[in-house]
Structures are given as structure tokens and as C-alpha cells.
């Protein structure tokens, strides 16, 4: 929505600059919805003797949807006037949607630089003062800027008054929010009620106070000139003018800063998109540069006086250049294809053998990479924790290069002239009084809080058949841990630290039970698989099989008769699509004798009371069956082969489901399972 409201209400009638693929997309999505609303109303509720709302939607549109049309093709370094091969029959439409589609230039254009909302940032700073001197709605400020100090001057009515950084900025972003010419918007909203009134009633309206009659197709017409001419005026008063005079000093630091970010651009990666970034509604006579963090609302400008930050979007503050400092921080992620100047800490795959090696049952098993990247991160005090939260400010870029990235906060040291806050990441020791216990407790629960939730009865399930977990949990004083959680010193970071400092079978308990937990809900998501492995780095395991095979030792040992866990096997296997019911289980038992005959060695009463107890599960079934001849584990795998069948075809879910069957039973092919299924129907 905010994409749709940046072309509407922002850049109503902006042919300048740069429209992002994801702007464009998003306005062209939410501009569909609403006509497709507004169709729905004349459908339902026709408009008679006035204009259709539909129509009147169109034409109220059709200005910032050409002007949007006119940057996305700006983004990809073509003139606007490429919207006139629409015109050509088919193949037109055709190019243009290819062009709209298209990713934009990564650097600077003629149209200016991918992160601008204004084309005043890329222009010459001859063409920037006269767009400023011709320029008469808005706020104008004067700053001059030394090395020592700045002044700062208000411009009204051509008379300088003396004002603040911090009072001038403030004015700027009050300008930009403000409503201006609200009582002109109030009678179009009265008019706009009269066309769908009766556009009649309008015409005679203006025949009684002019004396000329108009017809309301003229007066609509007069209507939407009369809404673009204010929203113009509106878009004009709106805009703040800067106008900078700097001495030498002071221009070599903003020199610094523009090699300083041009030097971070050559990083493959870079989160969020940093360089020239002009602020919104501002004009003036130098470039500016920064970053705005799209997930966290933040945004900081190094301006020619001041570091400009937002918080949170809760208003601009002015911090001098000598009261901030940089940081730098390891950034270890995982990924399937990283990024070429990223550094690589290990690799494993997807799905790995025992020996480390892919497992070729799986046609689909990339290779997944441990890798770390750099995180630069600027804050306005000189000890920064992001997990104390004791700053005013701080932002941070997630460069893929570490190098690029300890780069940069050297040049930014030497720009702040001061020196960098103290480093915090996933390689540096964090000091923590936290128990054994309690950090495998924390670690649990934070990879139980994955998904969005751990509940108590998740929690309880674990604990019932997960005897290590529930050893450890008894371990923990729960006051005592709530009191260093309240204070800050419980973190995932200290539980790491702490379970560093202890023995390896300790270190794997902790990965086994992350790993028990991920699994609580039947199946893991590939970000879920992504903070196991990268768990399991932070350890010093590259692959997971010792944490699996930790994993069935925590589990008590399994009660089950193998004809019990053949049954909750193929149970098991019914239930992936969402139900196995009486009547899919009668087919199955008449059309395999061998199902029916286990069947038939079960005491219900008895498996129900282990169900309910905990030790019948899926885990349980497997543990029973490794413990048996391939024969009785071949049995197992055709019934479920049986079952995944019965309804006529096998989805993919259902084959991984398969596959994992395959790997936990350590049965190389299907064709042996299919072989044993075909015997056993015949």
C-alpha cells in the first residue's frame, strides 16, 4: 500500500527521477484492486445522470500512473517516450511490458541513481540553484557550514532569521507531513459529492452565479484540472531548499564520504541499498548520502553539517559528525548460492550421507554454504550494544564482503574522527553467568519460538520423550533465569558463549535438543534448516548426522512391537493428507493381506495406552523397526508406499516424505520397496 500511496500522493505528477520494479508493481497491483473495486460498486449500485465511480477513478489516476510508467522506464535507462510503442498492435504492448519487467540499473543513470525519490540529487549543482532560486512555495534555509561550526539562517520574505540545525530540520519534516491547502481539497471533496449526485444540480450551481450554463462532462473536466493544479501547489509547498556554503574542510569530508560509499558499492551485496540518497521533498546544492533501512524504519543522511538520523520514523535529529562512531561485526549466514566475495566457513548439503557426501536419493540436494559477511554499524555512542539497546541511534549495512565492510568503518572512523565502538558478533566472547542448563533451556526455546510460538504443549510433549531435555529443564531455577533475562545478560549470544566454553557431548545435547525442537511440529522449514546448521557452525559442526544420531539416543527406548510400528507407520503416512479414514484403511487391509495380517498382532487397547503416554511415536516406530531384519523394515516401507498410493497418485510432499522414510531405514532404492509392495498385493 505504501508503494501505491508513494505514486498518488508523492510523486503525483513526478516525471523525474527513478521508479524501482517493485514500486512500479506494487502501484500497478493496488491500482488494479481498486478499480476492480470501484467496478463492483457501479456493478452493484449504478450511478444514474452522473459519471460511473469506475470512470471517475480512471481519469483520477491516470496522471501519477503515466508519471510512474515514465520513471519505471527511466530505472532502466529508457526516455518515457518508449510508452509510445504501446501503440503498435500486439508485439507494442508486448516490449513494454518486457521493459516494465525489467531489472533497473544497479548504478547511477542519466535518470539518477536507483536509491533517489527526487532527479535534484543527480543534477548539476548549476541546475539545482536555479530549480531552487525558481522555486517560491516551501521552507529555504541558508547554512554555512565550517569546520569548527555552522550557521543556520530561515528565509522568509527574503529576510534571513538565525535558527538551529536542530529547529530547521524539525521545520522540514513538519513541511513535508503537513496538510497544505486543506480548504481547497474540502470543496472538491463538496464538488466531487455533486457529480455523483446529479452532475446537473453542478451546472446549474454555476449557471446561477456566472450565468453561462456548462455542461457537466465541462465541469468534470474543470474539476480534475482544478485537483492536479493543487495537488502541484501542494507538491511545491511541501518541498524544504537548503542552500550550503562550505569551506575547504568541509568539503573534502563530504569528498570522503561519496569515495568512502563508492568504495562499499563494489561489494556484491548489500543490505539495504546504500550511496546517493536524496531525502524526500529536499532540495539542495550538494549530494547526499546514506542508507534507509526498510525493516527497521530507520534512516541516516551524511549531510554536509550533520549526521541526519531517523528512528523508527519517529522524526529527524541532528548528531554532529564528532559525536558518532562506527563498529564493525562478524555476520555468519547460510546460503545455497552466496555471494562470490562473501568468505566461506564450511559446506554441506541439503540432504548429506553419512560420510559427509550427498545423498543420491534426492534429486534435488544443493549444496548449502556456511558463509559470513560483514556488518558495518554507525551509533551515536562509543560502547553500542544492539542488544542493550544503549544508544540513541545506530544503523548498520550487511555488506557481503567483510573486508569492504571493516573498510568502511575505517573510513567512517576517520570521517567521525573518532574511534570505532567496540565490536559485538557471533565470533566475539560475550561475557555470561548463565548455567549449562539454562543455556541449552534459552537455546530451545528460541528455536521453538521459529515458527512464532512454543507452547506449553509443545514444551510438554518434549519432555515426555525427550528424557536428556526433561533432565536439564529440572536443572533450571525459573526465577532466577526470568531475573537475568529481565536484565539483559540472558540472550542467545550468552548461551552460546557459555555452551562454548563446555565440553563437546555437552555442546551436541544442546544442538540435539535444537534439533528435537525444530522437528516438534513433524517437518522443518528451510529457515528452520538455516539456524540448525547454523547453530550446529557455531560449534564446529559442518554436518548434522552426529546431532541426529545424538538425537535417537536422547529418545527413551522403544516398547513397541514391530507389528505396532508398522501400523503407526503407515498411520503416520495416511495422515499427510490431512485425513486417513475408515474407509481408505478397510481398502487397504482388503487389497494387502500383509497389512491385514499385522493388523490383525495388535492390541489396540495397548498401543492407545502408549500413544497417550508418549511412547508411541513416529521417532518410537523408526527406532523399533532399525532394530529389525530388512524384511520386517521392507514390509514397513511397501505398506506405506501402499498407503501414500491409495489415493491414485503420490504428491512431492508425500515422495519427501518418502525419501526420509528411505534414509531413516537406510533402504538404498525404491524399486525394492515397490518390488515387495507388487508381492504383496499379488
Known amino acids: 500500500m505504501n508503494y501505491y500511496l508513494l505514486a498518488v500522493r508523492d510523486n503525483f505528477a513526478n516525471f523525474n527521477g527513478r521508479s524501482t520494479r517493485q514500486e512500479y508493481w506494487m502501484f500497478v497491483l493496488f491500482n488494479l484492486i481498486f478499480y476492480l473495486c470501484t467496478f463492483a460498486i457501479d456493478s452493484f449500485f449504478p450511478v444514474y445522470g452522473g459519471l460511473p465511480i469506475g470512470t471517475l477513478y480512471i481519469v483520477a489516476v491516470f496522471i501519477p500512473g503515466l508519471s510512474a510508467s515514465v520513471r519505471r522506464l527511466h530505472d532502466v535507462n529508457k526516455s518515457g517516450w518508449f510508452l509510445l510503442i504501446a501503440l503498435i498492435p500486439l508485439i507494442g504492448y508486448i516490449l513494454l511490458i518486457v521493459l516494465m519487467a525489467k531489472a533497473g540499473d544497479s548504478e547511477k543513470n542519466k535518470y539518477g541513481s536507483s536509491s533517489d525519490q527526487s532527479s535534484l540529487s543527480d543534477s548539476k549543482p548549476e541546475q539545482i540553484i536555479k530549480k531552487i532560486k525558481s522555486n517560491k512555495s516551501g521552507l529555504k534555509f541558508n547554512v554555512k557550514v565550517s569546520s569548527k561550526s555552522a550557521t543556520y539562517h530561515?528565509?522568509?520574505?527574503?529576510?534571513?532569521?538565525?535558527?538551529?540545525?536542530?529547529?530547521?530540520?524539525?521545520?522540514?519534516?513538519?513541511?513535508?507531513?503537513?496538510?497544505?491547502?486543506?480548504a481547497p481539497r474540502w470543496i472538491l471533496v463538496f464538488l466531487t459529492f455533486l457529480l455523483f449526485a446529479n452532475n446537473d444540480i453542478l451546472g446549474q450551481f454555476i449557471y446561477r452565479i456566472t450565468g453561462y450554463f456548462i455542461g457537466g462532462?465541462?465541469?468534470?473536466?474543470?474539476?480534475?484540472?482544478?485537483?492536479?493544479?493543487?495537488?502541484?501547489?501542494?507538491?511545491?509547498?511541501?518541498?524544504?531548499?537548503?542552500?550550503?556554503?562550505?569551506?575547504?574542510?568541509?568539503?573534502?569530508?563530504?569528498?570522503?564520504?561519496?569515495?568512502?560509499?563508492?568504495?562499499?558499492?563494489?561489494?556484491?551485496?548489500?543490505?539495504?541499498?546504500?550511496?546517493?540518497?536524496?531525502?524526500?521533498?529536499?532540495?539542495?546544492?550538494?549530494e547526499t548520502y546514506g542508507w534507509k533501512d526498510l525493516t527497521d524504519n530507520d534512516e541516516i543522511f551524511f549531510m554536509p553539517d550533520v549526521c541526519l538520523v531517523n528512528v523508527k520514523a519517529s522524526g529527524f535529529i541532528p548528531i554532529g559528525y564528532n559525536k558518532m562512531y562506527s563498529g564493525y561485526t562478524d555476520s555468519p549466514d547460510t546460503a545455497i548460492n552466496p555471494p562470490s566475495d562473501s568468505e566461506i566457513l564450511g559446506q554441506t548439503w541439503m540432504h548429506a550421507r553419512k560420510d559427509g557426501q550427498p545423498d543420491q536419493r534426492y534429486s534435488d540436494n544443493p549444496r548449502v554454504y556456511s558463509i559470513n559477511k560483514g556488518f558495518t554499524v554507525v551509533s551515536d555512542s562509543p560502547n553500542f550494544d544492539d542488544k542493550t539497546k544503549n544508544s540513541n541511534f545506530s544503523a548498520g549495512l550487511i555488506i557481503s564482503n567483510p573486508t569492504i565492510a571493516k573498510d568502511f568503518r575505517s573510513d567512517l572512523e576517520k570521517i567521525f574522527k573518532t574511534k570505532s565502538v567496540i565490536a559485538r558478533g557471533k565470533k566475539t566472547t560475550v561475557e555470561s553467568n548463565l548455567t549449562q542448563a539454562e543455556a541449552i533451556t534459552l537455546i530451545a526455546h528460541y528455536m521453538g519460538g521459529a515458527d512464532g510460538e512454543f507452547s506449553e504443549d509443545e514444551i510438554m510433549k518434549l519432555l515426555q520423550t525427550n528424557t536428556v531435555f526433561l533432565k536439564y529443564t529440572k536443572q533450571v531455577d525459573n526465577d532466577k533465569l526470568s531475573e537475568k533475562i529481565k536484565s539483559g545478560g540472558a540472550t542467545k549470544e550468552a548461551a552460546i558463549s557459555t555452551l562454548k566454553s563446555k565440553s563437546k557431548k555437552i555442546q551436541l545435547d544442546a544442538l540435539a535438543i535444537a534439533l528435537d525442537v525444530l522437528l516438534a511440529d513433524g517437518e522443518m522449514s528451510e529457515g528452520e534448516k538455516d539456524l540448525i546448521v547454523e547453530l550446529g557452525v557455531e560449534f564446529g559442526y559442518e554436518s548434522l548426522e552426529p546431532v541426529q544420531k545424538r538425537l535417537l539416543e536422547m529418545k527413551p527406548k522403544s516398547n513397541l512391537t514391530q507389528a505396532e510400528a508398522i501400523i503407526l507407520i503407515a498411520q503416520y503416512m495416511g495422515m499427510a493428507d490431512g485425513e486417513f479414514s475408515e474407509a481408505e484403511i478397510m481398502t487397504l487391509l482388503e487389497s494387502n493381506p500383509v497389512y491385514l495380517k499385522y493388523t490383525k498382532e495388535v492390541d489396540n487397547s495397548k498401543l492407545s495406552q502408549k500413544i497417550k503416554s508418549g511412547g508411541a511415536t513416529k521417532e518410537a516406530a523408526i527406532s523399533t523397526l532399525k532394530s529389525k531384519s530388512k524384511k520386517i523394515q521392507l514390509d514397513a516401507l511397501a505398506i506405506a508406499l501402499n498407503v501414500l498410493a491409495a489415493d491414485g497418485e503420490i504428491s512431492e510432499g508425500e515422495k519427501d516424505l518418502m525419501g526420509q522414510l528411505l534414509v531413516d531405514l537406510d533402504v538404498e532404492s525404491l524399486e525394492h520397496v515397490q518390488k515387495r509392495l507388487d508381492e504383496m498385493i499379488s
Open 154 to 182: 530561515e528565509i522568509i520574505d527574503e529576510k534571513e532569521e538565525k535558527t538551529t540545525a536542530k529547529e530547521m530540520y524539525t521545520k522540514m519534516q513538519q513541511n513535508f507531513n503537513k496538510k497544505h491547502y486543506l
Open 217 to 286: 462532462e465541462i465541469v468534470l473536466t474543470l474539476y480534475i484540472v482544478t485537483f492536479i493544479f493543487l495537488m502541484y501547489l501542494s507538491k511545491k509547498a511541501r518541498r524544504t531548499q537548503i542552500t550550503y556554503d562550505l569551506d575547504k574542510t568541509t568539503e573534502q569530508r563530504l569528498k570522503d564520504i561519496n569515495e568512502a560509499f563508492s568504495r562499499v558499492n563494489n561489494a556484491e551485496e548489500i543490505f539495504p541499498s546504500a550511496g546517493d540518497y536524496a531525502i524526500q521533498y529536499l532540495d539542495t546544492n550538494v
